[in-house]
């Protein structure tokens, strides 16, 4: 089982729409979670951490619960430029300074 | 004044060849990484190095050979490249161990080994 398995998509959507993403993970001593985002031929970029108790940034809302080891993200009014690869992260419990990436899910809103 | 960025941007030689790829960041930070990204777009880590000494070193094959002259700088030295040593290769930095949230990478060094 990956460590940090994503659906890859693509997920095509129209501009307006709303799309949720998911993730798993699995070792259940991991702490920390995040939400990266990819452009095409890009470095990636710290979207969002994601907290227990779930957080919100304008449009973006992560979701974590630990009981199912899975985090999602919701994206609301979905914009031409959210199209990218979005990472899902995970840090190794033995050693927080790892970050475990997931294979990433494709965005792509259409006009 | 880019943050952290990388030489070259692209590299395209020969499989059996050595060459070598330099990071550099301005931020001030002490922990830098060097990640590769295959064709499927996995991001995995290969090395850290915190304040010039190395702390993460997963399972790469020794023909790779990160060098940190100063906490600045993380090269990294391929020997023997191999067709499968085709990658996107990313450095990264972050302000110190423990704080994996605020990594932040460079544009990236294609790699292709022909």
């Known amino acids: 089982r990956k460590e940090v398995e994503q659906d890859p998509g693509p997920f095509n959507v129209p501009e307006g729409a709303t799309v949720a993403f998911n993730c798993t993970y699995s070792n259940s001593a991991s702490q920390s979670f995040f939400w990266y985002r990819q452009d095409c031929r890009k470095e990636p970029k710290l979207l969002m951490s994601v907290y227990s108790s779930g957080n919100e940034d304008g449009r973006f809302t992560a979701q974590l619960n630990r009981a199912s080891q899975y985090i999602s993200l919701l994206i609301r009014d979905s914009k031409l430029s959210d199209s990218a690869t979005y990472l899902c992260v995970v840090n190794n419990p033995s050693n927080t300074g790892k970050l475990i990436f997931g294979q990433g899910t494709t965005l792509q809103v259409k006009p | ?114």
């Not at chain 2, 060097?34 to 010039?52: A, E, H, P, T, V």
């Not at chain 2, 990658?87 to 544009?107: D, H, I, K």
């Open chain 2, 1 to 114: 004044d880019t943050a952290v960025s990388q030489t070259p941007k692209y590299l395209v030689t020969q499989m059996g060849n050595d060459k070598s790829i330099k990071c550099e960041q301005n931020l001030g930070h002490d922990t830098m990484y060097w990640y590769k990204q295959d064709s499927k777009k996995f991001l995995k880590i290969m090395f850290s190095y915190n304040n010039k000494e190395l702390i993460i070193n997963e399972t790469v094959p020794n023909r790779f050979s990160p060098k940190s002259p100063d906490k600045a700088h993380l090269n990294l030295h391929i020997n023997s490249l191999e067709l499968g040593d085709s990658a996107v290769y990313f450095c990264a930095s972050s302000p110190g161990q423990g704080r994996p949230e605020t990594q932040y990478f460079g544009p990236g060094t294609r790699l292709l080994v022909l």
